[in-house]
């Protein structure tokens, strides 16, 4: 075992990105449209967001499929937040904390905390109908809750839900407006500032977005992992344009597994919610033995890092290749009532959740470090603000708290909203077009020829292996190299349409996580390193990275 490093050992890094900008552009030829804030995301944060500015403003909102298609959509568990009188503020503070691991800011869980079950209680206003029990909303158990105070709808279909009801709000708002399918390319900055965005969509082309200020809420990165919870929309465009800016980022090693997805040969992975087993279900081994408890005297609801580690271990004793959700000593009627759309994928396979076990494995889930943000959903860049899966805002630390994800959305969504529009209303409307020039040399240096399908999946083959549940210094090392190698000839080429950006972006992001994890040389939440299997005896603290911009 290698020495144990001091804490001090933490310094902030630094890499630079190959591009400032993606493409080339010249002012004069590109399309120019004025916003007075701008929305980057429609999932839980961008919405909640642009429902937070004055409606004297206009909001131009940006998503890269259409605005019902998100991260936040396909949340299943729910929203967590104390409603049960038996519960506390401080019980959930503290669960909060101890599933962080060291690294949760207190001041900021608190205060998200506490907001939690206002916060519920505006989605019911806007609409969103939760699951209830004798009149009251319905809660539920999840790992590392000392509580039930889950709440859901439609019994496993809660981002479904909400997002319904938001999304349908937001489009009556007569100061807003959706742009449908169109990319973000790259933040515009001048002297320091956002200013906007560049963005492309197939029927205007390239199109500079100003905005007198700007929301990032464009989710996570869970993509760039061969398993993974996320869809497709999910990769880390958002950190990409904000490190390409200039902006600081933090904790990037920590990307959270989610510890039971569908494993089928052929079948896309489908998210198994946390709260099966928080309603009862057991987890088995191939030869059907039950071994939570050897792992952790919570069991089946010990943290997400804690089972996602136990599940790799116990297909390495096993030899095989996932382990199996039981939840056959349930009531059949619980089980259809909460588990509906679980249910209906099982049995496209031929499953019954009643009769069968479920085979599942960990994947890529959430992406908990980013675009470092305070308490208002401020970044290190004037001009722009951070809400949702895309920041690292103190609240997760090392490890998230089940269903604390849509609970942040919707409060840094609302602080960012409210910070962007009074910023805005401040700002007197004398746009003018600011004089930018892309790094571009005259001549092309590559052509957009290459297989990228093959290069995205060679990606996140090597960073499930090497920078995946369990790393150490010769995997992260070796992920480095290849991660460089590619990164050399495929920066360097400009594209013309989203699958190439997004994989500049993926190898961009890929490395800082990389460069991260290399520096945490301990084991903290999420992030397992076998070479430095115990956490520092004092706090490591946050890695930041940040490039010159």
């Known amino acids: 075992m290698r020495p144990v490093p001091s804490s001090e050992s933490m310094s902030a890094l630094h890499y630079s990105p190959r591009r400032r900008y993606l493409v080339r552009f010249d002012p004069k030829r590109i399309p120019h449209i004025f916003t007075d804030v701008l929305v980057l995301g429609t999932g839980i944060a961008g919405v909640r967001a642009a429902l937070e500015i004055d409606p004297r403003l206009r909001v131009v909102m940006i998503t890269k499929d259409v605005a019902e298609f998100s991260n936040s959509a396909w949340a299943q568990g729910g929203i967590a937040g104390v409603l049960d009188p038996s519960d506390t503020i401080s019980n959930h503070v503290e669960d909060t904390m101890v599933a962080g691991a060291g690294l949760c800011d207190r001041h900021v869980v608190e205060a998200v905390v506490e907001a939690a079950p206002e916060l519920i209680r505006q989605l019911i206003s806007y609409g969103a109908n939760f699951d209830r029990k004798d009149g009251d909303i319905a809660l539920t158990m999840e790992g590392g809750h000392s509580h039930p105070r889950i709440a859901h709808a439609l019994g496993d279909a809660t981002g479904k839900e909400v997002m319904r009801a938001l999304i349908n709000t937001v489009r009556g708002a007569d100061w807003t407006e959706i742009w449908e399918r169109t990319f973000v390319i790259d933040l515009l900055t001048h002297a320091g500032e956002c200013k906007g965005a560049l963005v492309w969509n197939a029927d205007h082309g390239k199109t500079f977005v100003w905005a007198k200020q700007t929301i990032l809420a464009t989710g996570g990165a869970g993509r760039l992992y061969r398993e993974t919870t996320n869809p497709d929309i999910a990769t880390a465009d958002g950190h990409a344009i904000a490190y390409r800016a200039g902006v600081e980022l933090r904790d990037m090693e920590m990307m959270q597994f989610h510890p039971t997805v569908l494993y089928i040969a052929g079948s896309s992975r489908h998210l198994i919610s946390e709260a099966v087993r928080g309603e009862g279900a057991h987890l088995v081994d191939a030869t059907g033995h039950r071994f939570m408890q050897e792992y952790d005297e919570r069991g089946e609801l010990a943290p997400r890092d804690i089972v996602s580690r136990a599940i790799t271990s116990q297909m390495d004793k096993t030899r095989h290749p996932c382990v199996y959700l039981d939840l056959t000593h349930l009531p059949d009627e619980l089980i259809r009532r909460r588990f509906p759309h679980i249910s209906q994928v099982c049995q496209e396979f031929g499953l019954d959740l009643t009769r069968d076990r479920i085979p599942v494995r960990p994947g890529a889930h959430y992406m908990i470090g980013g675009v470092t943000v305070d308490l208002d959903g401020r970044t290190t860049l004037p001009g722009l603000w951070g809400a949702g899966e895309v920041t690292s805002s103190g609240l997760h630390g090392a490890n998230r708290l089940a269903s604390n994800s849509l609970l942040e959305g919707l409060f840094y969504g609302i602080r960012a909203g409210r910070g962007a529009s009074q910023a805005a209303l401040d700002i007197p409307d004398d746009f003018r077009i600011t004089p930018l020039q892309s790094d571009w040399p005259k001549q092309n240096p590559g052509r957009d020829d290459l297989n990228l399908v093959d290069l995205q999946n060679s990606l996140s083959a090597i960073m499930w292996r090497n920078v995946g549940i369990r790393r150490d210094e010769e995997g992260l090392a070796a992920a480095a190299l290849q991660v ?11 594209f013309s349409g989203t699958s190439g950006w997004e994989l500049q972006n993926m190898l961009l992001i890929a490395r800082l996580m990389i460069e991260s994890a290399q520096a945490r040389k301990e084991s903290r939440g999420v992030h397992y390193r076998s070479d ?18």
């Open 484 to 494: 460089d190698f590619w990164d050399r000839y495929v920066s360097l080429r400009e």
């Open 532 to 549: 430095y299997p115990e956490p520092l005896p004092t706090s490591f603290g946050h890695v930041e990275i940040s490039s010159a911009g």
